[in-house]
């Protein structure tokens, strides 16, 4: 499997097209965009704190997404002619087996069933990898990300240590 070149289109239960597919490095300015258009909230229980702009250092990464040790999916629409990210999810290898996962979906879209999707279409191009596990920090408040990973359907251990709630996932087939 070519992760680089990821893309599929799934149809949501409101019945919007989202596409879901590799970023690439001229995405920067739509994923600042993205950035913008999120609550406070969403952003500090993506990145545990608060913040009012992505970093160089946040940019930079993403700009060097290999799609070996660092993968990126977009969740995509077209909105009046333009493409407009309105969720990513990323794998960053921790381990010969193993990648941490992280995810955020713009508030408008919330209980369609993306981070789910997005889930899946990572573990695909994971498991593809030789990733057998993947591993989550998520806040005790975030439920929304908690039933996402309860509802996965793939063996499920947590832990809650320091305020954060540790997860990991033995991917099905891993």
Known sequence: MDARHYMVTETLRNGLELCIRAARPDDVERVVEAFHALEKESVYLRFFGPKKE???????????????????????????????VIASATYVRVGDDEAEVAFV??????????????????GLIAQAAGIRNFVAEVLPQNKAMLGVFGRCGWPLQS?????????SMALAGG
């Open 159 to 167: 832990h809650v240590e320091d305020g954060t709630v540790h997860l």
């Open 54 to 84: 992505l970093s160089e250092a946040d940019l930079q990464r993403f700009r060097e997404t290999d799609f070996s040790n660092r993968v990126t999916l977009l969740g995509t629409i077209v909105r009046d002619g333009r493409e407009i």
């Open 105 to 122: 979906v713009e508030e408008d879209y919330h209980r369609l069933g993306i981070a789910g999707l997005m889930l899946r279409h990572l």
